[in-house]
């Protein structure tokens, strides 16, 4: 999975100009950091999501096959 890069000092020293301790603020950052190791992007969910679209595009075809088949008895048994 792609992880959003940014400049963790950077981060750290903003903290502390607010008014977090630094201590404080590197903890912060650190757990920033850790939490992007879980974060799921778009393209990683696609990815994942690729056999499920191709499952209900057969599933659709399959139903419409079915559906085509009801409709066509339905029609017989009347006309």
């Not at 999975?1 to 502390?16: G, H, N, R, S, Y």
């Amino acid at each position: 999975m792609a992880t959003v890069t940014f400049d963790t000092l950077e981060l750290v020293e903003k903290l502390v100009k607010s008014g977090i301790e630094q201590k404080q603020a590197e903890t912060i950052v650190r757990v920033i950091a850790e939490a992007q190791e879980s974060i799921v992007t778009k393209d990683y969910l696609d990815i994942k999501l690729a056999p499920i679209n191709t499952d209900l595009a057969v599933l659709k075809w399959m139903m419409g096959v079915l559906l085509a088949g009801v409709i066509s008895l339905v029609l017989k048994a009347f006309f």
